[in-house]
RNA sequence: GCCGGGGUGGCGGAACUGGUAGACGCGCUGGAUUCAAAAUCCAGUUUCUGAAAGGAAGUGCGAGUUCGAUUCUCGCUCCCGGCACCA
C-alpha cells in the first residue's frame, strides 16, 4: 500500500463518495429533527476569494458535526447574481453583464465543489434568473396592493458629465470615479418598501432573540433609533404656515438661540428668491454628497435667512439659519438650536457667534462651565421659569402639555430607521413591476404578466440604462385601461433578492408559488453564517420582509435567522479583501499545491470566526505538515494490525493518562465546536492529543488499544473540518462505513478522574509554587499543604498570615 | 462625526464564570539524519537578571475596585466594520 499523504487523490476519492451516494441531497423528514444551515451567499465575482472559504468552511464545519448529532441537515446554496459588478465588467470589457455572471457562477461553483463542502446542489438558486426574480416581483405587487410599497422623491448622487446615478462606492472625495466631475445631489421620484411600520416590530423581537450576538442587536436596536419627543411649532414672521421641528429634549426649550432650516426648506428657498448670498449657499449645498458619513464628518456651514420666528413661550425672536447639515428628507427639514445642551448645535453657535444659554444643570449641584461645551445630560431646569427645577421627565411632559394646550406641539414616537428606497438606476438587476399609464398612474403588473423579464441580450455602454432604449421592453399598454403605457426601467435593489433567498432554498423548483410546504418544514433557518459587515443592513431588511411574508400568509416564522454567526473580515494588509482594492488572495493555487483540507484547517486555525483574520501565506504549511503527521501516525499504527478493545480495569499510569487525553479532548471538542464556535481551539486539542499519541511507547496489546482509540477520536472529531483525509483514514483504520455517516464519539466521565491533582500557591497573588493534592483534600489540607511549601515560606517567613484563600482545583493564596 | 468591535511574545492566537499569562501553530536558534539539500525527528525560544534554583517586570496608555485583573469600572489612544446606491 502506497502510504505517502497525496492530497489530490485522497480528496478525489472521498468527493466521489459523496457524490455518488448522494450523501448531502435531502427530503422533508417528519420524523428526524431538522437543522437549516445557512451562509450568507455569495456573489459571483469571478472567483472565490479566502472570505468565501473562511464563511463556507465554517458552516460546513458546523452542518457536518450537527449530522453527527443525528441531525436532518439541510445546507443549500445558490448566488447572490444581480449588481454593480458585472456592469463595471461590461463597460470595461465589453461582455454582457449576464454572459459575465453565468461565466463566474461556473467557475465558482468548481471550486465550492473542490473544497468539499456538503451542499445540495440541487437546491441552488440564482437571483439573476426570472424563475426566481418573478416572486420577488410578486411579492412587490402585492405589497403595492396593501399599500406597503410607495413612491417619493428622494436624493442620489448625480454625476453632471457622465449623466447617470453613482452609487456612494462610485464617489471618491466628492467627485465621480470615471468623471472626475464633483458629485451634486439629485432628487428624483423612487419606489419604498415602508420598513417603518414594522419598526416597533423589529425593535421589539431583538429582545426574544438570544441566539443572536449582542453586538449586532445593539447596533440594529440603534439604527431603528426609537425615540420619545414633541413635535413643536415656532410661529415665524410674515408667514402663515409655522416652523415645525421634532425634538428629544423638550426641557431645553428655553435654551432654544437659533433655529436651522435644509437648504431644500421651503423657508430657505423663498429667502433665496430675494437674497442672492442665501441663493448662493442653496447653490453651494447641492454640492453635497448623499451618504451620512459624508454629511456628518464635512464643515458644518450656515447662513441667517434674515427672518426670524417666535419663540412659543418667551416670545422672543429667534433667527432662523439655513444649514447645510439639516437634510430635509429626515424629519421635518428643520431642527432648533439648543447650543447650551447638543454637542452639534454648541460648536455651530460657537462658530457663528450665536448666544449658547444654560437651562440645564447637573442634578447633583455639581458646577459646569457652558462656555466650555455643551451640558448633554439629563438635569435640573433653571433659568427657565416656570419649569424651573424640574427634572427631564416633569419638564417633559410640563412642556408637552402646555404646548399640546395650545395647539402647537404634540408627543411623538420618532424613528432614525427610514423607509427602504428600493429603486435603483440600473440595468443589470430585478426590473421593478410597474407600469406607467398617463390616466391610471402607476399600476402594478397583473400576476398572469409576471415575471417581467430582463433582456440579457443587450448592449451595455454604462451610460444610462439599456432599457430605456427598447422599445420592446418599454412600450406595453395600460394592465387597467389597455392605453398604450411605459414600463418602469428601474430595477431593485440587490438587497431585495438576499431578504427572502433563505425561504426559496425550501422549495427552489416551485413554479405554482413564491413557497410550497418545504417552507413550513424547513424555515427558520437555524444557523446562519456571515459577515459582520451586514449586521445591519441585509439582516434588517430580512427580518422585514420575513415579517411581510409572515404577514401575506406566507409563511409562519417570525424571524428567518435563530442563531446568527457573525464571522470576522479576512484582510489582508490591514484591509478587507475585495476585487475593487485588488489586494484578494486566490485559494486555487493553494488547494492545487496542498489540498483542500489543508486550507480548511489553516483557515479554521488561524483565528476564532468572529474575529477578524490578517491573511497570511505562512502558516499554511504548517497545517499540512500536520496532516501529513497525522496522516503517517494513522497508517504507522494500522500497518501493525489489528488492536484489541480497551480494558479499562487493566490499564497502567500511561496507558490511562492517555486515555484520559482522549477523553477530555472528545468533550473539549465538542464544546468548542457545538457550543463555542472556537474551531481554532478545537484543533489544538486534537494537536495535543496526537502529540501525545506520538510520544507514547507501543509495546503491548493494551498499549495499541488505546492509541487505536485516541486515533479514531482524532479522525471523527477532525472530519467535520478536513473531512477528505478523516474519509480515507477511517477505512484504514478498518472501518466499512464513512464518518459522515458516523455518529459523534461520546466521552467517558471515568476516563476523565484523577487521585491526585496539581494546584498552585500564591503569596499575596504571585505565584510562588505547585503542590500536589488529593483530588477530594479538603481546604483545611490544602491550606497545610500550601503552608508548608519550600518556597512559599520564604515569602511568608514571619510575618503574620492574615487569610488563605482556598479556590477548589486551583490554587491557594496566602495572604499576609 | 455617530453606532458596534478590537489592541496579549518576532507572527497568528490561548487563557470559557475575576484565579498558573503566552496552550496550539508559525518563525527563529541549536542538535540528529544526509555526500549535500529538502523533508523528517529532538531540544530551546516574553523581556531583564542569574551558573542554577530563583527573582523582577510584563496583556495599547493612565487611573480605580479586589487577597488576586488580559478579564470588571472610568478616562485616553490607535486599528477594523457599518452609516441606508459595494455586496
Same mark, same amino acid.
Given at each position: 500500500?502506497?502510504?505517502?499523504?497525496?492530497?489530490?487523490?485522497?480528496?478525489?476519492?472521498?468527493?466521489?463518495?459523496?457524490?455518488?451516494?448522494?450523501?448531502?441531497?435531502?427530503?422533508?423528514?417528519?420524523?428526524?429533527?431538522?437543522?437549516?444551515?445557512?451562509?450568507?451567499?455569495?456573489?459571483?465575482?469571478?472567483?472565490?476569494?479566502?472570505?468565501?472559504?473562511?464563511?463556507?468552511?465554517?458552516?460546513?464545519?458546523?452542518?457536518?458535526?450537527?449530522?453527527?448529532?443525528?441531525?436532518?441537515?439541510?445546507?443549500?446554496?445558490?448566488?447572490?447574481?444581480?449588481?454593480?459588478?458585472?456592469?463595471?465588467?461590461?463597460?470595461?470589457?465589453?461582455?454582457?453583464?449576464?454572459?459575465?455572471?453565468?461565466?463566474?457562477?461556473?467557475?465558482?461553483?468548481?471550486?465550492?465543489?473542490?473544497?468539499?463542502?456538503?451542499?445540495?446542489?440541487?437546491?441552488?438558486?440564482?437571483?439573476?434568473?426570472?424563475?426566481?426574480?418573478?416572486?420577488?416581483?410578486?411579492?412587490?405587487?402585492?405589497?403595492?396592493?396593501?399599500?406597503?410599497?410607495?413612491?417619493?422623491?428622494?436624493?442620489?448622487?448625480?454625476?453632471?458629465?457622465?449623466?447617470?446615478?453613482?452609487?456612494?462606492?462610485?464617489?471618491?472625495?466628492?467627485?465621480?470615479?470615471?468623471?472626475?466631475?464633483?458629485?451634486?445631489?439629485?432628487?428624483?421620484?423612487?419606489?419604498?418598501?415602508?420598513?417603518?411600520?414594522?419598526?416597533?416590530?423589529?425593535?421589539?423581537?431583538?429582545?426574544?432573540?438570544?441566539?443572536?450576538?449582542?453586538?449586532?442587536?445593539?447596533?440594529?436596536?440603534?439604527?431603528?433609533?426609537?425615540?420619545?419627543?414633541?413635535?413643536?411649532?415656532?410661529?415665524?414672521?410674515?408667514?402663515?404656515?409655522?416652523?415645525?421641528?421634532?425634538?428629544?429634549?423638550?426641557?431645553?426649550?428655553?435654551?432654544?438661540?437659533?433655529?436651522?432650516?435644509?437648504?431644500?426648506?421651503?423657508?430657505?428657498?423663498?429667502?433665496?428668491?430675494?437674497?442672492?448670498?442665501?441663493?448662493?449657499?442653496?447653490?453651494?449645498?447641492?454640492?453635497?454628497?448623499?451618504?451620512?458619513?459624508?454629511?456628518?464628518?464635512?464643515?458644518?456651514?450656515?447662513?441667517?435667512?434674515?427672518?426670524?420666528?417666535?419663540?412659543?413661550?418667551?416670545?422672543?425672536?429667534?433667527?432662523?439659519?439655513?444649514?447645510?447639515?439639516?437634510?430635509?428628507?429626515?424629519?421635518?427639514?428643520?431642527?432648533?438650536?439648543?447650543?447650551?445642551?447638543?454637542?452639534?448645535?454648541?460648536?455651530?453657535?460657537?462658530?457663528?457667534?450665536?448666544?449658547?444659554?444654560?437651562?440645564?444643570?447637573?442634578?447633583?449641584?455639581?458646577?459646569?462651565?457652558?462656555?466650555?461645551?455643551?451640558?448633554?445630560?439629563?438635569?435640573?431646569?433653571?433659568?427657565?421659569?416656570?419649569?424651573?427645577?424640574?427634572?427631564?421627565?416633569?419638564?417633559?411632559?410640563?412642556?408637552?402639555?402646555?404646548?399640546?394646550?395650545?395647539?402647537?406641539?404634540?408627543?411623538?414616537?420618532?424613528?432614525?430607521?427610514?423607509?427602504?428606497?428600493?429603486?435603483?438606476?440600473?440595468?443589470?438587476?430585478?426590473?421593478?413591476?410597474?407600469?406607467?399609464?398617463?390616466?391610471?398612474?402607476?399600476?402594478?403588473?397583473?400576476?398572469?404578466?409576471?415575471?417581467?423579464?430582463?433582456?440579457?441580450?443587450?448592449?451595455?455602454?454604462?451610460?444610462?440604462?439599456?432599457?430605456?432604449?427598447?422599445?420592446?421592453?418599454?412600450?406595453?399598454?395600460?394592465?387597467?385601461?389597455?392605453?398604450?403605457?411605459?414600463?418602469?426601467?428601474?430595477?431593485?435593489?440587490?438587497?431585495?433578492?438576499?431578504?427572502?433567498?433563505?425561504?426559496?432554498?425550501?422549495?427552489?423548483?416551485?413554479?405554482?408559488?413564491?413557497?410550497?410546504?418545504?417552507?413550513?418544514?424547513?424555515?427558520?433557518?437555524?444557523?446562519?453564517?456571515?459577515?459582520?459587515?451586514?449586521?445591519?443592513?441585509?439582516?434588517?431588511?430580512?427580518?422585514?420582509?420575513?415579517?411581510?411574508?409572515?404577514?401575506?400568509?406566507?409563511?409562519?416564522?417570525?424571524?428567518?435567522?435563530?442563531?446568527?454567526?457573525?464571522?470576522?473580515?479576512?484582510?489582508?494588509?490591514?484591509?478587507?479583501?475585495?476585487?475593487?482594492?485588488?489586494?484578494?488572495?486566490?485559494?486555487?493555487?493553494?488547494?492545487?499545491?496542498?489540498?483542500?483540507?489543508?486550507?480548511?484547517?489553516?483557515?479554521?486555525?488561524?483565528?476564532?470566526?468572529?474575529?477578524?483574520?490578517?491573511?497570511?501565506?505562512?502558516?499554511?504549511?504548517?497545517?499540512?505538515?500536520?496532516?501529513?503527521?497525522?496522516?503517517?501516525?494513522?497508517? +504507522?499504527? /494500522? %500497518?501493525?494490525? =489489528?488492536?484489541?478493545?480497551?480494558?479499562?480495569? &487493566? @490499564?497502567? *499510569?500511561?496507558?490511562?493518562?492517555?486515555?484520559?487525553?482522549?477523553?477530555?479532548?472528545?468533550?473539549?471538542?465538542?464544546?468548542?465546536?457545538?457550543?463555542?464556535?472556537?474551531?481554532?481551539?478545537?484543533?489544538?486539542?486534537?494537536?495535543?492529543?496526537?502529540?501525545?499519541?506520538?510520544?507514547?511507547?507501543?509495546?503491548?496489546?493494551?498499549?495499541?488499544?488505546?492509541?487505536?482509540?485516541?486515533?479514531?477520536?482524532?479522525?471523527?472529531?477532525?472530519?467535520?473540518?478536513?473531512?477528505?483525509?478523516?474519509?480515507?483514514?477511517?477505512?484504514?483504520?478498518?472501518?466499512?462505513?464513512?464518518?459522515?455517516?458516523?455518529?459523534?464519539?461520546?466521552?467517558?466521565?471515568?476516563?476523565?478522574?484523577?487521585?491526585?491533582?496539581?494546584?498552585?500557591?500564591?503569596?499575596?497573588?504571585?505565584?510562588?509554587?505547585?503542590? +500536589?493534592? /488529593? %483530588?477530594?483534600? =479538603?481546604?483545611?489540607?490544602?491550606?497545610?499543604? &500550601? @503552608?508548608? *511549601?519550600?518556597?512559599?515560606?520564604?515569602?511568608?517567613?514571619?510575618?503574620?498570615?492574615?487569610?488563605?484563600?482556598?479556590?477548589?482545583?486551583?490554587?491557594?493564596?496566602?495572604?499576609?
Amino acid at each position: 500500500m502506497d502510504t505517502t499523504y497525496n492530497p489530490q487523490a485522497v480528496e478525489q476519492e472521498a468527493r466521489d463518495y459523496w457524490e455518488n451516494e448522494r450523501c448531502f441531497e435531502v427530503g422533508e423528514d417528519a420524523s428526524k429533527e431538522k437543522f437549516y444551515c445557512l451562509t450568507m451567499f455569495p456573489y459571483p465575482s469571478g472567483q472565490l476569494h479566502m472570505g468565501h472559504v473562511r464563511v463556507f468552511t465554517i458552516n460546513d464545519v458546523i452542518a457536518r458535526y450537527q449530522r453527527m448529532q443525528g441531525k436532518h441537515v439541510l445546507q443549500p446554496i445558490g448566488w447572490d447574481a444581480f449588481g454593480l459588478p458585472a456592469e463595471n465588467a461590461a463597460i470595461q470589457r465589453g461582455v454582457p453583464p449576464a454572459k459575465w455572471t453565468y461565466q463566474n457562477i461556473e467557475y465558482m461553483r468548481g471550486q465550492l465543489k473542490r473544497l468539499g463542502y456538503g451542499y445540495d446542489w440541487t437546491r441552488e438558486v440564482t437571483t439573476c434568473k426570472p424563475e426566481y426574480y418573478r416572486w420577488e416581483q410578486w411579492l412587490f405587487t402585492r405589497m403595492f396592493e396593501k399599500g406597503l410599497v410607495y413612491r417619493k422623491n428622494s436624493v442620489v448622487n448625480w454625476d453632471p458629465v457622465d449623466q447617470t446615478v453613482l452609487a456612494n462606492e462610485q464617489v471618491i472625495d466628492g467627485r465621480g470615479w470615471r468623471s472626475d466631475a464633483l458629485v451634486e445631489r439629485r432628487e428624483i421620484p423612487q419606489w419604498f418598501m415602508k420598513i417603518t411600520a414594522y419598526a416597533d416590530e423589529l425593535l421589539d423581537y431583538l429582545d426574544r432573540m438570544p441566539g443572536w450576538p449582542d453586538s449586532v442587536k445593539t447596533m440594529q436596536r440603534n439604527w431603528i433609533g426609537r425615540s420619545e419627543g414633541v413635535e413643536l411649532s415656532f410661529d415665524v414672521d410674515d408667514e402663515d404656515e409655522p416652523l415645525t421641528v421634532f425634538t428629544t429634549r423638550p426641557d431645553t426649550v428655553m435654551g432654544v438661540t437659533y433655529m436651522a432650516v435644509a437648504a431644500e426648506h421651503p423657508l430657505a428657498v423663498k429667502a433665496a428668491a430675494s437674497n442672492p448670498d442665501v441663493a448662493a449657499f442653496v447653490e453651494e449645498c447641492k454640492k453635497m454628497q448623499a451618504a451620512e458619513a459624508a454629511l456628518e464628518t464635512m464643515e458644518k456651514k450656515g447662513m441667517p435667512i434674515g427672518i426670524s420666528a417666535n419663540h412659543p413661550v418667551s416670545g422672543e425672536a429667534v433667527p432662523i439659519w439655513v444649514a447645510n447639515f439639516v437634510v430635509m428628507g429626515y424629519g421635518t427639514g428643520a431642527v432648533m438650536g439648543v447650543p447650551g445642551h447638543d454637542h452639534r448645535d454648541w460648536e455651530f453657535a460657537d462658530k457663528h457667534g450665536l448666544p449658547i444659554v444654560q437651562v440645564i444643570t447637573p442634578a447633583d449641584g455639581s458646577e459646569i462651565d457652558i462656555s466650555e461645551g455643551a451640558y448633554v445630560e439629563y438635569g435640573t431646569v433653571v433659568n427657565s421659569g416656570d419649569i424651573d427645577g424640574m427634572d427631564y421627565r416633569q419638564a417633559f411632559d410640563a412642556i408637552a402639555e402646555k404646548f399640546e394646550a395650545e395647539g402647537r406641539g404634540k408627543r411623538r414616537i420618532n424613528y432614525r430607521l427610514r423607509d427602504w428606497g428600493v429603486s435603483r438606476q440600473r440595468y443589470w438587476g430585478t426590473p421593478i413591476p410597474i407600469i406607467y399609464c398617463d390616466d391610471c398612474d402607476a399600476v402594478a403588473v397583473p400576476e398572469d404578466q409576471l415575471p417581467v423579464i430582463l433582456p440579457e441580450d443587450v448592449e451595455f455602454t454604462g451610460v444610462g440604462s439599456p432599457l430605456k432604449g427598447m422599445p420592446e421592453f418599454l412600450e406595453t399598454e395600460c394592465p387597467k385601461c389597455g392605453k398604450p403605457a411605459k414600463r418602469e426601467t428601474d430595477t431593485f435593489d440587490t438587497f431585495v433578492e438576499s431578504s427572502w433567498y433563505f425561504s426559496r432554498y425550501a422549495s427552489p423548483d416551485c413554479d405554482s408559488a413564491m413557497f410550497d410546504e418545504r417552507e413550513a418544514y424547513w424555515m427558520p433557518v437555524d444557523q446562519y453564517t456571515g459577515g459582520i459587515e451586514h449586521a445591519i443592513l441585509h439582516l434588517l431588511y430580512s427580518r422585514f420582509l420575513q415579517k411581510v411574508m409572515r404577514d401575506f400568509g406566507l409563511s409562519a416564522a417570525d424571524e428567518p435567522f435563530t442563531n446568527l454567526l457573525t464571522q470576522g473580515m479576512v484582510l489582508k494588509d490591514g484591509a478587507k479583501m475585495s476585487k475593487a482594492k485588488g489586494n484578494t488572495v486566490d485559494p486555487r493555487p493553494l488547494i492545487e499545491k496542498y489540498g483542500a483540507d489543508t486550507v480548511r484547517l489553516f483557515m479554521m486555525f488561524a483565528a476564532p470566526p468572529e474575529q477578524a483574520l490578517e491573511w497570511s501565506d505562512d502558516g499554511v504549511q504548517g497545517a499540512s505538515r500536520f496532516l501529513r503527521r497525522f496522516w503517517n501516525a494513522v497508517h +504507522s499504527h /494500522a %500497518a501493525e494490525g =489489528d488492536a484489541v478493545a480497551v480494558e479499562t480495569d &487493566a @490499564l497502567n *499510569d500511561e496507558q490511562r493518562d492517555l486515555r484520559r487525553k482522549t477523553h477530555r479532548t472528545i468533550s473539549k471538542v465538542s464544546d468548542d465546536i457545538g457550543r463555542r464556535y472556537t474551531f481554532n481551539t478545537a484543533i489544538a486539542a486534537t494537536m495535543e492529543l496526537l502529540n501525545a499519541v506520538n510520544r507514547f511507547d507501543v509495546s503491548t496489546a493494551e498499549d495499541r488499544a488505546v492509541v487505536r482509540e485516541a486515533l479514531e477520536a482524532v479522525v471523527l472529531v477532525l472530519s467535520p473540518i478536513v473531512p477528505h483525509i478523516c474519509h480515507k483514514l477511517w477505512h484504514v483504520l478498518g472501518h466499512a462505513s464513512a464518518p459522515v455517516d458516523e455518529r459523534w464519539p461520546t466521552f467517558d466521565e471515568s476516563a476523565l478522574q484523577q487521585d491526585m491533582i496539581e494546584i498552585i500557591v500564591q503569596v499575596n497573588g504571585k505565584l510562588r509554587g505547585r503542590i +500536589s493534592v /488529593a %483530588a477530594d483534600a =479538603d481546604t483545611d489540607s490544602i491550606s497545610a499543604l &500550601a @503552608l508548608a *511549601d519550600k518556597n512559599a515560606q520564604r515569602f511568608v517567613a514571619d510575618k503574620k498570615v492574615r487569610k488563605i484563600i482556598v479556590v477548589p482545583g486551583r490554587l491557594v493564596n496566602i495572604v499576609v
